[in-house]
């Protein structure tokens, strides 16, 4: 289904989702909008490696990334991308009353880094397992979507839903380099000016609680979902889980993760700087409890959304209450240069498939 409705301007008078009496723009609720029901996510993994697992910009992944179930050595043969999709539409059914449709969501791994004629294969595959599938949502990396990535996106999107989710994680080249990110936040700013308009929805992924930074330092963050237009955010509680160096860290009591009071309220501040019309994917994420090390309170999901919505009625307050509108408008930004490391680019430019990939088949 195309994107059809133009994007609403913070100055443009109550938004849809204030006149409904909602205290932030919800994704749930924007889809529901959007296409007139309920749509699901239904993950896939298409068997993806990452640039920062497989040496292309580093090898050991971020340092919160369980990235052993995507690493190169990887051997096990995967489910095809449309029998995971048609798996998971059943599980989703199964466990809803009703559900109008499905989002196919690359998932793990970086789910641009392969060669482009490959990528549009992967897409189509997805958008074509079930007449119920609106859209794919795919995550990736800021310094992993050349401009041929962002041109096969800007073709499918005249024909489909699709949002491309970035792992941005924070403004500040401190954090990034702790985390082991391996690319820096020019590297986002770059992508993001060349993604921007193209008719595919651009979501920031940050997180929340990296150690070292100050509240001010998180708030610089929200204040650049608007300099830079993102259009949907997702925040994540920084959360260490087995197997990963952060993990063992927070093990040898050497890292702590934010308290779950503290993350309230660091939300609401964060969601308060951002414009009203940007959509709120998620405010809190979680990993399956018998991977979990901390902190347990990420499990208790609608617990903590309920809590953020105590804490904007408690104040009064809603998405955007503090948004400052930026000087340049983002629509305004000049369309940079591209800048994808060519370690990367060479992946994606060539006609053969990645090791990976290759076991997938069609
Ligand atoms: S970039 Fe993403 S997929 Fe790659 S190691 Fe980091 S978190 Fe994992």
């Known amino acids: 289904?195309?994107?059809?409705?133009?994007?609403?301007?913070?100055?443009?008078?109550?938004?849809?989702?204030?006149?409904?009496?909602?205290?932030?723009?919800?994704?749930?609720?924007?889809?529901?909008?959007?296409?007139?029901?309920?749509?699901?996510?239904?993950?896939?993994?298409?068997?993806?490696?990452?640039?920062?697992?497989?040496?292309?910009?580093?090898?050991?992944?971020?340092?919160?990334?369980?990235?052993?179930?995507?690493?190169?050595?990887?051997r096990v043969r995967l489910q095809r991308v449309s029998e995971q999709l048609r798996a998971g539409i059943e599980r989703v059914t199964r466990r809803y009353d009703q559900v109008d449709g499905f989002i196919a969501y690359f998932q793990p791994a970086t789910n641009t880094y392969a060669p482009v004629g490959q990528l549009a294969e992967v897409y189509d595959l997805a958008l074509a397992a079930d007449p119920r599938i609106v859209g794919i949502a795919i995550g990736t990396r800021p310094d992993c979507a050349p401009d041929s990535v962002l041109d096969l996106l800007e073709r499918l999107a005249q024909r489909s839903m699709v949002s491309l989710e970035f792992g941005m994680q924070s403004v500040h080249d401190e954090s990034l380099r702790w985390m082991n990110r391996a690319h820096t936040h020019a590297d986002m700013i770059n992508a993001i000016d060349r993604a921007r308009g193209r008719g595919f929805e651009c979501c920031a992924h940050v997180i929340l609680g990296v150690p070292g930074e100050d509240h001010a330092m998180m708030m610089q963050t929200a204040d650049e979902v608007g300099v830079l237009g993102f259009d949907a955010i997702k925040l994540h509680n920084l959360y260490s889980v087995h197997g990963t160096p952060l993990g063992g860290e927070v093990l040898a009591g050497k890292v702590q993760m934010m308290g779950r009071e503290e993350y309230v309220n660091?939300?609401?501040?964060?969601?308060?700087?951002?414009?009203?019309?940007?959509?709120?994917?998620?405010?809190?994420?979680?990993?399956?409890?018998?991977?979990?090390?901390?902190?347990?309170?990420?499990?208790?999901?609608?617990?903590?959304?309920?809590?953020?919505?105590?804490?904007?009625?408690?104040?009064?307050?809603?998405?955007?209450?503090?948004?400052?509108?930026?000087?340049?408008?983002?629509?305004?930004?000049?369309?940079?240069?591209?800048?994808?490391?060519?370690?990367?680019?060479?992946?994606?430019?060539?006609?053969?498939r990645l090791p990976v990939l290759k076991m997938q088949g069609n």
């Open 1 to 74: 289904m195309p994107e059809t409705e133009p994007k609403p301007h913070p100055d443009d008078g109550p938004l849809a989702w204030q006149q409904e009496g909602l205290l932030i723009n919800a994704f749930g609720r924007h889809l529901r909008r959007k296409f007139g029901g309920r749509i699901q996510r239904v993950s896939v993994d298409a068997g993806f490696t990452c640039p920062n697992v497989d040496g292309a910009v580093t090898t050991g992944g971020c340092n919160f990334c369980d990235n052993r179930s995507f690493s190169p050595s990887r």
């Open 266 to 352: 660091t939300v609401v501040d964060f969601l308060e700087r951002i414009p009203p019309t940007t959509i709120v994917e998620r405010v809190s994420g979680d990993a399956p409890p018998k991977f979990l090390i901390e902190p347990k309170w990420c499990l208790e999901k609608s617990a903590i959304r309920n809590e953020i919505d105590a804490e904007f009625a408690r104040r009064g307050t809603r998405q955007g209450a503090r948004f400052v509108t930026p000087a340049l408008a983002p629509s305004a930004r000049p369309r940079p240069q591209d800048t994808t490391p060519a370690s990367i680019a060479a992946q994606i430019d060539m006609r053969g």
